[in-house]
């Protein structure tokens, strides 16, 4: 299938509408998947791209091919290590890396809503 026939087939569902993400296209369903399915939960793991890929080469290795038990639930993107915001900056001054430290989170979507 190419982009161009992905593209015809998503913008022929209803309701959906295209638009962009890092420079590239982007398709939402405005709701479909819990209006018109059974599922009553519904999770859609953040981690698009090569990290997505990698979790879902992951489940299907150890669930399609070792044949483990499907027990796992995803409920949070937070995973991996968490270093203090002190050591953060250290390591970036220490490399000459420029940064801009915001405490504020509400102020940290504002600032890179506007930069988009």
Not at 14 to 24: C, F, K, S, V
Not at 66 to 72: H, I, S, T, V
Not at 92 to 114: F, H, P, R
Request: proline residues 3%.
């Amino acid at each position: 299938m190419t982009a161009k026939d992905f593209r015809r087939i998503a913008l022929g569902l209803q309701g959906t509408i295209e638009g962009e993400h890092m420079a590239h296209p982007d398709f939402r369903a405005n709701g479909r998947i819990l209006r018109e399915t059974p599922f009553e939960k519904l999770y859609i793991q953040p981690a698009a791209g090569d990290a997505g890929g990698a979790l879902g080469a992951a489940l299907y290795a150890y669930n399609v091919l070792l044949g483990g038990k499907r027990n796992f639930v995803m409920q949070s993107a937070a995973w991996g290590e968490g270093h203090a915001a002190d050591v953060v900056q250290k390591v970036l001054k220490e490399n000459d890396i420029a940064y801009q430290y915001m405490n504020d989170e509400v102020a940290l979507c504002g600032t890179v809503a506007a930069q988009q």
